[in-house]
């Protein structure tokens, strides 16, 4: 007996976000992306003329919204196209047509592709609730698994820490010039630092994660100081290495571990983890060392400096779009994703499909219905 209800292809389609005048934009996190479960996991969303793995055009969401003033008039959400996700906005710039935003993603599965979908509609109220510019509160829940300072927006005077520790850094000397993720900071490799406050949420005992994302230039002298915990740790570079050192009163090499430094034409990005007696080092997104080390964390008390020490000493000529301290050793699928997300080639930017209607889910209803009443045994196989 032929089954009365033909099924040519059904594909089940996500939702729609009611309100919003223009078809969202679909962001993909293709299947095999990451090396593992990924949960909060903040990723970098470059909106311009060429975004993302295919350098998509998407620029009409600035068409869309006319002005700078709008852009808070956008919604990015998860899988189901419905539950919002947060948004940090970086930048955004009209006159440009580029726009920098980070967006705290629900979960990455490696077996699955992961969509989120950008809504956007210069008619609709600004969704203040979960779209946020950097340092704000909105944007604040964005970095709120286990990251204790995220610098990467220089802005009057200081460079703004994304987190809701406000662990904000005072700019001393270093000029603001454009990067791969908008603005940053460029370090002359003379006297340039930024200055940040002692703060509890940067006491890292127990575990910790600091990732840089710059074009770092060989050092003129020995070493320059990249991170520095004025009496706990430093990340540092040499002729031939990046490394990060824990400042132990009795052997101040006796926790350093060391990864590749930027062979000339960078950006390129560093990581290194420690926690639980591991350290892991890292390198555009890859491992390049591992060692153990006596815990606990040596911790400073008088707060860290980016770009060298005040007055000069071991001053780094550097230009970075991105430095992060986490309180967790970060995974290395995690490590790896970031590299990818920093890089604008985790994504692929393209245009949804038209949502399922009722009348397919109907028709899907009646053909699997018939053919699981009539079905030969074993009749029923994928063919």
Known sequence: MSNPYPLAVYEVK????????????????????????????????????????????????FVALGSDANRKRICVTADDGITPCYVEIKEWSTATQTAYLWVRVPRIDPGLDTHLYLYYDPAHAEMTDYVGDTASETAWNVWDNGWEFVGMKPSGGQLLDSTRNQNHGTIYGATEVDGPLGRCLSFDGVDD??????????????????????????????????????????????????????????????????????????????AFTAGGGDMAAYFSGSVVGTRTYTPPIPTGTT?????????????????????????????????????????????????PGAPLTLAAYVDAYEYLSWTRRYRRPGAWKCQ
């Open 14 to 61: 996500t939702g729609r976000l009611p309100g919003w005048a223009n078809e969202p934009i679909m962001l993909t996190i293709p299947a095999g992306s990451v090396t593992g479960v990924l949960e909060d996991f903040p990723v970098m969303v470059k909106l311009s003329g060429a975004s993302g793995k295919t350098a998509a055009d998407v620029s009409k969401v």
């Open 193 to 270: 630092v930024v200055v940040i406050p002692d703060d509890a949420s940067l006491h890292l005992s127990s575990a910790l994660t600091v990732e840089l994302f710059s074009k770092i230039w060989a050092p003129s002298s020995s070493f320059w100081d990249i991170f520095y915990w004025h009496d706990g740790a430093k990340v540092f570079t040499d002729s031939a290495r990046m490394a990060l050192r824990f400042t132990a009163p009795t052997d101040r090499d006796a926790n350093i571990m060391t990864a590749v430094r930027d062979p000339g034409n960078g950006p390129y990005h560093h």
């Open 303 to 351: 707060g860290l400096s980016i770009g060298g020490r005040v007055g000069g000493i071991h001053a780094t000529l550097m230009t970075p779009s991105f430095v992060a301290l986490s309180s967790v050793a970060r995974s290395p699928a995690w490590i790896a994703a970031t590299n990818l997300s920093l890089r604008d080639d985790l994504i692929v930017y393209s245009d």
